[in-house]
């Protein structure tokens, strides 16, 4: 029902509820929204008032009550600007509640950011549900547009967004630098209900970007290869907080290369004296050649409180490796998960089936050494995982993929189909290499992580 209310000037920040599995993910039962906290904190330190709406806590895990919570927020509160963040797999349910909060009230602001929309601004605007897609970091883009919206303001020379101008046609401004590592907001977790934080997995960013460039990541399609590097006295403050005030135990390290930070021992100095102050134990995941050229980092590592180091492995066929642009070799792999093994660590592996350049012969390599590892037990863990054409990667574009599912929603990262072909290399054969690797798996009593759990619906 729509709405004459006057507008609160507020910005709703919404992370929307994935299908199944993310809440319970890790054994944990909320996750934190990372991305709209940092939003959000950007925009509360400098006071402009935010609310964030993670819907896997707001709805308890249903999803059949995401509409009604909504709703229900927006007669109470009606804000002036609704936010949303967008993965590729949240897409379609972001243009769901898009359309209700159109329908309530159309002249709020919807817009929207993120690895999905970032990528394909046009398609994301064609919708007509959005009134600007940002592109990029959102920080200091959001808070412009936020200040223009509330005292009513053209929004349409800022940079770092993109809209429709006259007879409908896309603007996309120019791009904004971006932040220098002493700009990332350090997390204000009191923007979250404290039954979320105390009750979910935690992530800790300490940099942004990645120096690789893997053609298949849409991490590396936004940052460009550029790092910045969070102050360790803002990293320190995040998780004294994060213990202090809810206990936390257990941090995953989500940096791309955290092994790359050019302070990484007085990082390690932090992280050991909060793992002795207050019991916090982390873990990472790197690259098997940062591993194996540093290896003096990992008695560093252990002695802080690192309990298990992931490494994205992703094929052992060097043909894949250099397709994917992995700039490494799958030797690193095996001698990086021994290392690991020695000084004491959880060892586990990523992988990634059914990339441009891979066929049944290449995967067999990877069925092979998957073999190896386990009868090596060199790797504790696995998530084997398909491969999935995220647009704005460079692989989404190569000419061997032929796809065959246009709805984002089938884009989930534990999906046993493919949404996607190869030349020479058909959807049903990357599936049958696939589930064969599911069986080696549990041929020797291990599954892979992301098919172990059954979620709720
Ligand atoms: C930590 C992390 C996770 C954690 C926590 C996620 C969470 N809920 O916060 C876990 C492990 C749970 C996870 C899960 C998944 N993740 Co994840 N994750 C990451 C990681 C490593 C960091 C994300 C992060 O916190 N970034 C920090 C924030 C501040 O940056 P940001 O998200 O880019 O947001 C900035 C801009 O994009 C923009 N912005 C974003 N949204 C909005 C909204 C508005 C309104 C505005 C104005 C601006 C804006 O401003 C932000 C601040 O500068 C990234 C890789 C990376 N290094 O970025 C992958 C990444 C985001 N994940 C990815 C994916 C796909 C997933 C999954 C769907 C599973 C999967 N296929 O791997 C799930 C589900 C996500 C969910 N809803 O929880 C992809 C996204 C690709 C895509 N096109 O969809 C990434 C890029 C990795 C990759 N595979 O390339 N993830
Ligand atoms: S090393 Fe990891 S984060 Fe860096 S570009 Fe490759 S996949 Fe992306």
């Given at each position: ?37 940092c939003l959000g904190s950007f925009l509360n330190e400098r006071?402009i008032?935010v ?87 959102g920080e200091k883009?959001l808070e ?39 700009e990332i907001p350090?997390?204000d ?269």
């Amino acid at each position: 029902m729509a709405t004459n209310k006057k507008h609160k000037n507020e910005v709703l920040l919404i992370e929307p509820f994935l299908e199944r599995r993310c809440y319970d993910d890790f054994g944990g039962i909320y996750q934190v929204p990372n991305t709209i906290l940092c939003l959000g904190s950007f925009l509360n330190e400098r006071k402009i008032h935010v609310k964030i709406f993670s819907m896997g806590y707001e709805t308890k895990h249903k999803r059949k009550f995401e509409e009604k919570v909504l709703r229900n927020y927006l007669n109470k509160n009606n804000p002036k600007i609704v936010g949303f963040t967008s993965y590729t797999e949240l897409y379609e349910n972001v243009k769901r509640l898009a359309a209700i909060v159109k329908n309530f009230n159309p002249n709020t602001k919807i817009i929207i950011g993120g690895h999905h929309a970032m990528h394909q601004p046009a398609e994301v605007l064609e919708s007509g549900l959005f009134d600007a897609v940002f592109i990029g970091e959102g920080e200091k883009a959001l808070e412009e547009y936020s200040r223009k919206v509330f005292s009513e303001e053209s929004t349409t020379n800022i940079h770092g967004i993109a809209f429709l101008g006259d007879n409908k046609k896309v603007v996309i401004n120019p791009a904004r630098p971006r932040l220098r590592g002493e700009e990332i907001p350090t997390p204000d977790y009191t923007l979250l209900p404290k039954e979320l934080v105390k009750h979910s997995n935690k992530w800790l960013l300490t940099t942004r970007g990645c120096p690789y460039a893997c053609s298949f990541c849409s991490s590396n399609a936004q940052y460009r290869r550029k790092v910045i590097t969070r102050p360790l006295s803002s990293v320190k403050e995040e998780i004294e907080n994060l213990a202090k005030k809810y206990g936390t135990k257990e941090l995953m390290i989500t940096d791309s290369t955290f092994q790359s930070r050019r302070d990484f021992k007085e990082f390690m100095e932090i992280l050991k004296e909060l793992n002795m102050k207050y019991g916090i134990e982390y873990t990472a995941q790197t690259r098997a050649d940062n591993v194996v050229n540093k290896p003096e980092q990992l008695k560093i590592m252990k002695a802080s409180g690192v309990t298990s180091l992931t490494i994205g492995a992703e094929s052992a066929s060097q043909k894949v490796l250099d397709a994917m642009n992995k700039m490494s070799s799958y030797d690193y792999v095996p001698k990086a998960l021994s290392l690991i093994k020695i000084v004491g660590l959880e060892a586990g592996t990523y992988w990634l089936i059914g990339h441009p350049g891979s066929s049944r012969i290449e995967e067999e390599k990877t069925k092979k050494a998957i073999q190896d590892l386990l009868e090596r037990n060199l790797s504790d863990h696995y998530e084997v995982k398909l491969f999935l054409p995220f647009p704005g990667t460079r692989s989404s574009k190569d000419c061997r993929i032929s796809w065959l599912d246009f709805n984002f929603s089938n884009f989930k990262f534990d999906t046993k189909t493919p949404v996607h072909s190869l030349t020479d290399f058909p959807a049903n054969e990357i599936k049958k290499i696939y589930l064969e690797i599911m069986k080696v798996l549990n041929n020797h009593g291990k599954s892979n992580v992301i098919l172990e759990k059954e979620y709720p619906k």
